[in-house]
C-alpha cells in the first residue's frame, strides 16, 4: 500500500478468503514508534482490567489516553485517517470517517475465547497490531483463526511476532481467539472501522 503516513504503512505480505477475508502484514509501525509505545505501555499506560464471559485483559481508549509527545499524532485525524484509507484500499470499500484506537495488554493467565466480533450496526473491519518484546512459543498469545464457533475447529495458528498485524473484515463467519498466555506480555492495538452506509460495500 502507498498511503502516505508519517507513522508508517502496513506492508501486506499475505492475503487470504477463507474462511472469511483477512490479511497478513509486517512493519506496521516504523521501529522508532513500535519500540516508544512499548516503553509507554510497560510504564505509564492507563490500563484497567476488563472481564467478560469469554475473555480477561488490560486495555484502554489511545483516543482519550494521554499519549507521550512523541506519540501523540498517533490519534491525530490525519493519521486515524490513513489507517483507514489503507483498510478501505486492502478490502475494496468505503468505511465512515471515524475510527475506534484501542491499546489490550494480555498477562500469563490470560487468554480471549473464540468470537467473532460480530455485532448488530457495529464494526465491520479490524486492524490487530501486536507489540511486545519477543515472544516464544512457550509464552503462548498465539492468534487464532477457526472455521466455525468450534474451540477445536481451527483453521490457522498465528505467532505474536513483533510489529505484524492482522486486519480482516468482521462477519459471521470470523471466529478468532487468543490462546492462553503463559509467559511474558502480548500488546496490541487495535483499529476499529465502520462500513460507510452511504458508500460502496466491499468487494
Not at 481467539?177 to 472501522?193: D, L, W
Request: proline fraction near 5%.
Amino acid at each position: 500500500m502507498a498511503t502516505a503516513n508519517a507513522f508508517g504503512s502496513i506492508r501486506v505480505i499475505e492475503r487470504a478468503d477463507a474462511p472469511f477475508r483477512y490479511l497478513l502484514a509486517d512493519c506496521c509501525f516504523p521501529v522508532d514508534v513500535a519500540g516508544g509505545l512499548l516503553d509507554w505501555f510497560e510504564r505509564d499506560a492507563p490500563w484497567r482490567l476488563v472481564e467478560t464471559d469469554f475473555y480477561e485483559q488490560w486495555e484502554f481508549s489511545m483516543v482519550d489516553a494521554e499519549l507521550p509527545p512523541a506519540l501523540r499524532d498517533l490519534v491525530s485525524p490525519e493519521a486515524l485517517s490513513a489507517r483507514r484509507r489503507e483498510i478501505e484500499e486492502a478490502f475494496g470499500c468505503a468505511l465512515a470517517e471515524h475510527v475506534d484506537f484501542v491499546a489490550h495488554r494480555l498477562m500469563p493467565g490470560q487468554r480471549i475465547g473464540v468470537h467473532n466480533d460480530l455485532l448488530e450496526d457495529g464494526e465491520t473491519h479490524r486492524l490487530t497490531i501486536q507489540l511486545n518484546r519477543g515472544l516464544d512459543d512457550n509464552d503462548g498469545g498465539f492468534f487464532m483463526l477457526f472455521d466455525s464457533s468450534e474451540p477445536d475447529d481451527v483453521h490457522r495458528v498465528l505467532r505474536p511476532v513483533h510489529n505484524t498485524g492482522i486486519a480482516f473484515e468482521i462477519g459471521p463467519d470470523s471466529h478468532h481467539a487468543i490462546s492462553r498466555m503463559h509467559g511474558g506480555e502480548r500488546y496490541t492495538v487495535i483499529y476499529s472501522f465502520h462500513a460507510n452506509r452511504a458508500g460502496t460495500s466491499c468487494d
